[in-house]
T-cell receptor, first 113, second 112 residues
Framework: GDSVTQMEGPVTLSEEAFLTINCTYTATGYPSLFWYVQYPGEGLQLLLKATKADDKGSNKGFEATYRKETTSFHLEKGSVQVSDSAVYFCALSDRGGSYIPTFGRGTSLIVHP | NAGVTQTPKFQVLKTGQSMTLQCAQD?????MSWYRQDPGMGLRLIHY???????DQGEVPNGYNVSRSTTEDFPLRLLSAAPSQTSVYFCASSYGGNEKLFFGSGTQLSVL
C-alpha cells in the first residue's frame, strides 16, 4: 500500500539557517504530493503541493520538488524564522486509490533566535 | 467563514462510555475524513466519506463508527471507549479527491 517516510525530528536550527526535511514515498499509482504544517494547538494547513513529476511546489519561502526517479519530495527553506517552528507533515494522495491522503509521521522543527 | 467545525475541543471519558465527536463543514465539500494523531505515529485515517450516504474504513477503524446523512455533517462515534483511544482527533474535508484538505481544530480525548 501507499506509505510516506519522513526524517525523524526534532530538527533544531538557529534563525536564518537552511532547512531540509526529507520525505520519500511508496505508491502504486501516480500520486500528488503535499506538505502540511501544524502550528501549536492548531489543525493542519496546506503548505504546498505538487501533482506530477518535476513539479515544484512553493509557498512562504518553502519549496519542494516532486522527484519520481528517487520517489522523494524534500522540503527546503533557505532561511528559517522563529515563526516557522511547527510540525511538518508530508502526504500523498494516490489518484488510483481513494484519494484520501496518507500522511507521514511528522517532523518537528524548532527554530531558536 | 466557519470552515470545518469540530466539537467538543476537550473530552474526558471513562472506559466503556460512548460518545460522538461532531464535525460540520460549510464549504459543500464532498470528501470528509477523520484522523487520529498520536505522538510518533503521525496522522492515521479512521474513516472517510466521498459523499452523503457513502462511508469507508481507513487504517484504524476498529472501535469507531461513522455515518454521512448530509453533505455538511460527519460525526464519529466511539461505541465503548478504551484507554487506547486517548488521542487528538481531527476532522478534514476537501472538494474532491487529490485536493487540499481543510482541517478542524481538533478534539483532545482522554479515556481513563
Amino acid at each position: 500500500g501507499d506509505s510516506v517516510t519522513q526524517m525523524e525530528g526534532p530538527v533544531t536550527l538557529s534563525e536564518e539557517a537552511f532547512l531540509t526535511i526529507n520525505c520519500t514515498y511508496t505508491a502504486t499509482g501516480y500520486p500528488s504530493l503535499f506538505w502540511y504544517v501544524q502550528y501549536p494547538g492548531e489543525g493542519l494547513q496546506l503548505l504546498l503541493k505538487a501533482t506530477k513529476a518535476d513539479d515544484k511546489g512553493s509557498n512562504k519561502g518553502f519549496e519542494a520538488t516532486y522527484r519520481k526517479e528517487t520517489t522523494s519530495f524534500h522540503l527546503e527553506k533557505g532561511s528559517v524564522q522563529v515563526s516557522d517552528s511547527a510540525v511538518y507533515f508530508c502526504a500523498l494522495s494516490d489518484r488510483g486509490g481513494s484519494y484520501i491522503p496518507t500522511f507521514g509521521r511528522g517532523t518537528s522543527l524548532i527554530v531558536h533566535p | 467563514n466557519a470552515g470545518v467545525t469540530q466539537t467538543p475541543k476537550f473530552q474526558v471519558l471513562k472506559t466503556g462510555q460512548s460518545m460522538t465527536l461532531q464535525c460540520a463543514q460549510d464549504m459543500n465539500h464532498e470528501y470528509m475524513s477523520w484522523y487520529r494523531q498520536d505522538p510518533g505515529m503521525g496522522l492515521r485515517l479512521i474513516h472517510y466519506s466521498v459523499g452523503a450516504g457513502i462511508t469507508d474504513q481507513g487504517e484504524v477503524p476498529n472501535g469507531y463508527n461513522v455515518s454521512r446523512s448530509t453533505t455538511e455533517d460527519f460525526p464519529l462515534r466511539l461505541l465503548s471507549a478504551a484507554p487506547s483511544q486517548t488521542s487528538v482527533y481531527f476532522c478534514a474535508s476537501s472538494y474532491g479527491g487529490n485536493e487540499k484538505l481543510f482541517f478542524g481544530s481538533g478534539t483532545q480525548l482522554s479515556v481513563l
